[in-house]
């Protein structure tokens, strides 16, 4: 909790310093504002650990930031202390419901203080555990489907509003499912995990990579377009060729096929461009397996292994494992 950053909003500057004082004490950092449009624009710059806003705040009141604060994926989750004079049941009960965590009359002592904001903190620690669970695919620690899904949403949405290019790749492990047969699961796991670190840090930290399901990928790159996207997955899917999967029955060797898409033609929202790349994938398996397809509104260019290709990508179709 050390060192956690608190946002305090109140309209009384003695109050603001009091609080602060209070915070800095505990090792916390604080940042003080006085009005709630300021706080309302310090938590979305900020993104504290968490915050204690006065009911009267001038703007914005607090329950106005509360309503506000739970619309928004990040803020939602961040604790919210009321600070009011007024003791009435019904603006207890209307503050709670509002989203608020907790309720601290004014004045308070300090000890009440730092009870209500370290348990506030420790409910923030054990939602964001909670978050981080239902996020993260259980083998293997990368992002799940729905977090996927929900990324390249918010990514193509940014692609649209502030132009720019957003690629997208899916990749398969190629002839995954003798691995499971001939080694058993143990070493299909071992495979697995082992090619989600080798992605993590072959990729940027702003990419994204989830587990799609079974042995089935995908990578989400911003601000890339197809082109420079190509380049980094076929030196990803180089790196693969080349490791040794080291696991309980033996050290193993595989390849990956990729397909990449980009926003650009028809690939417009997440059903079209996971489409685009998935029959690039496709093409890739069809192809010999072990190289990149690069798709564009049906075009494609081979980056790895054979040029012996069709012209344009045909219709999946695929089985999972090939």
Not at 156 to 177: C, Q, W
Not at 202 to 217: K, Q, S, T
Request: net charge negative.
């Amino acid at each position: 909790m050390e060192h956690s950053l608190v946002l305090v909003a109140d309209p009384s500057a003695l109050m603001r310093q009091l609080v602060t004082r209070c915070i800095e004490q505990l090792g916390m950092r604080a940042v003080a504002v006085a009005t709630g449009r300021e706080a309302m624009a310090a938590a979305e710059e900020k993104l504290p650990d968490a915050i204690l806003i006065s009911w009267e705040l001038p703007e914005v009141p607090g329950p106005d930031l509360l309503r506000h604060w739970q619309t928004d994926p990040e803020l939602r989750w961040v604790p919210v202390i009321m600070l009011t004079s007024h003791t009435e049941p019904g603006r207890i009960e209307e503050a709670m419901g509002l989203g608020a965590h907790d309720f601290l009359n004014k004045p308070f002592e300090a000890a009440e203080f730092n009870a209500r904001l370290r348990a506030a903190l420790r409910v923030r620690d054990l939602q964001q555990q909670l978050r981080e669970l239902a996020d993260r695919d259980a083998l293997t620690h990368l992002a799940n489907r729905r977090v996927f899904e929900d990324r390249l949403d918010r990514e193509l949405l940014r692609s649209t509003r502030y132009g720019g290019a957003t690629s997208l790749a899916v990749l398969d492990i190629d002839y995954f499912k003798r691995v499971n047969d001939e080694h058993g699961h143990d070493a299909g796991d071992a495979v697995l995990v082992q090619f989600a670190e080798l992605m993590t840090k072959e990729l940027r930290e702003v990419d994204l990579v989830a587990r799609y399901g079974g042995e089935e990928f995908v990578v989400i790159l911003p601000d890339t377009d197809l082109a420079d996207a190509t380049i980094v997955l076929d030196r990803l899917r180089t790196g693969v060729s080349q490791h040794t999967f080291v696991t309980p029955n033996g050290a193993l060797h595989v390849t990956v096929s990729v397909g990449v898409a980009a926003t650009i033609g028809t690939c417009t929202d997440r059903a079209t461009l996971f489409k685009t790349a998935d029959t690039a994938l496709y093409q890739a398996k069809e192809s010999g397996r072990n190289r990149v397809v690069m798709a564009s509104d049906g075009e494609k260019v081979v980056m790895a292994g054979q040029e012996d290709v069709p012209e344009r990508c045909s219709n999946p179709g695929r089985t999972s494992g090939s």
